[in-house]
């Protein structure tokens, strides 16, 4: 394992991953997350402009499927997003297969953003974890999180 390993670090995989997308700094100590510094979530017109963005494609799926489905990436120093990780839950919280579809789909909107703020920590940018939660009923989304 990688002295430099965090629980939660995403590890490159050619077969998911732009093999162009950069990673700043490769022997950080430990992983950032969006939450790291005081200003949280931060994304150009804020959530807002994503659930607008999403409110004008009409993504739907199969009208059964109900849950969480998350997805997790890294933003880089640049203010660009890569290594994208899904995760499908229930509204219990227990890991479940969705529809496919929509499942493709959340996942083509989220890489599509690409309004993600630089984040400093003691003057230096940072690459950091950021994530979002689409709350799924009835194979619509219903809100976003955080």
């Known amino acids: 394992m990688d002295k430099y390993k965090s629980v939660g670090d995403i590890d490159f995989d050619p077969q998911k991953d732009d093999i162009n997308f950069k990673i700043c700094d490769k022997n950080a100590s430990s992983s950032f997350q969006y939450y790291n510094d005081s200003k949280g979530f931060q994304y150009k017109g804020e959530k807002l402009a994503i659930e607008e963005k999403l409110k004008s494609l009409k993504i739907q799926g199969n009208e059964n499927s109900n849950g969480y489905i998350t997805v997790r990436f890294l933003v880089n120093c640049e203010g ?64 976003i999180l955080p």
């Open 80 to 143: 660009k997003a890569g290594l994208f990780r899904i995760q499908a839950m229930n509204f219990d919280y227990k890991e479940v297969t969705v529809d496919k579809n929509l499942e493709a789909q959340l996942l083509d909107f989220t890489k599509s953003l690409n309004g993600w703020i630089v984040k400093e920590i003691n003057n230096k940018k940072i690459d950091y974890y950021q994530y979002i939660t689409y709350k799924i009923e009835y194979g619509k989304v219903s809100e």
